[in-house]
């Protein structure tokens, strides 16, 4: 099964910018659906942006026009590309994998049975 290793995390002032990178195990690309989950403290995990096997994304409202998901062919590494954060963006974020060739299906962490361990962003205002 892949196992995914996330990094990039740390703190930023709002307006600032992050790049997250999760490093997979094996090749992802255009075999997984892969996604950006995070989890504010006292709140659910909710899915952020999504990467299906066909390379199309798609991303929650919250973040779009903010955020980039990209994947680089024959690296193994999947990115979050996080600009104008904001301090609601605040969370662990986490790496998520999909079953091989499902695409992706829905935001629900249900579909997803492959997490890396997260990493943590906080934006201050």
């Known amino acids: 099964q892949v196992q995914l290793v996330e990094s990039g995390g740390g703190s930023v002032q709002a307006g600032g910018s992050l790049r997250l990178s999760c490093a997979a195990s094996e090749d992802t690309y255009r075999r997984y659906c892969m996604a950006w989950f995070r989890q504010a403290p006292g709140k659910e995990r909710e899915g952020v942006a999504f990467?299906?096997?066909?390379?199309?994304?798609s991303y929650a409202y919250s973040v779009k026009g903010r955020f980039t998901i990209s994947q680089v062919n024959a690296q193994n590494t999947l990115y979050l590309i996080m600009n104008s954060l904001k301090p609601e963006d605040t969370a662990i974020y986490y790496c998520?994998?999909?079953?091989?060739?499902?695409?992706?299906?829905?935001?629900?962490?249900?579909?997803?049975?492959?997490w890396g361990q997260g990493t943590q962003v906080t934006v201050s205002s």
């Open positions: 998520a994998a999909a079953r091989p060739y499902y695409y992706c299906t829905g935001p629900s962490t249900a579909d997803f049975p492959y």
């Open positions: 990467l299906d096997i066909n390379g199309i994304t």
